[in-house]
Structure formats: C-alpha cells, structure tokens
C-alpha cells in the first residue's frame, strides 16, 4: 500500500511539472526572450579598409528594472542602467577575461587591448 502512495505521488508530481512547462512555453511564445535575456539580431562586417574591420551589431534585449541593453564579455547583455547614464563602460566589464579596458578619452565608448597589443575600439551610438 505504502509502494501504491509513491508511485501515485510521483506521478502527480511528473504531471505538474508537464502542466507547468507547457504553461510556461505559452507564457513565452515564440520570439520573445526571457526577462535579463538578449540575443544579437544582425551581425554586419565591414573589411573593405586594410588591417581594420568595423562590425555592427544590433541586440535585442529583455531587461529587468533598472537594467539597459550593454555588453559583458564581448556579449550582449543586460546591465545596470547607471553605468551607462554616466558612461562609465569599463565598469559593465565588456571585455574578454585576458584583455585590459579603458575608456576613450570623450567617454564615447571604451577599447579593449589584448596581451598581444591588438585593440579593439568601440563606440556607442
């Protein structure tokens, strides 16, 4: 009898956790990201000038209150919103883990440099 009660409560359990992924999958319909999420949308490469490549990206984010669209690790991402209202860049730790951030001298955006001496500059619009 005691064998009975497990297997039945297990089997609730198992077809409450089904009823909630399916809740959840129409909750979040196609196209729409979780919230804290993004997902780069358009990726364009521009080689057409010698030893320099210009890259566009566009992201789409769902971000949390007091959060804004940004980068962490060379990644789209969600941040905090006061390091991008005071242009503090470095601070949303945009770079890779092996390469050193400084912002550029207008605040406009920041440079990642890697150990090699490569840098990589950019801008926010």
Known sequence: MQ?????????????????LLLIHSHLLKEGQLAAGTCEIVTLDRDSSQPRRTIARQTARCACKKGQIAG??????ACVDAGIVRKKQWCEM?????DEGCDLLVNKSGWTCTQPGGRVKTTTAL
């Open 71 to 76: 980068t962490t690790r060379a990644r789209p």
């Open 3 to 19: 064998l009975l009660r497990v297997a039945w409560a297990l089997t609730g359990a198992a077809i409450c956790c089904f009823l």
């Open 93 to 97: 730790v945009p770079c890779l883990e």
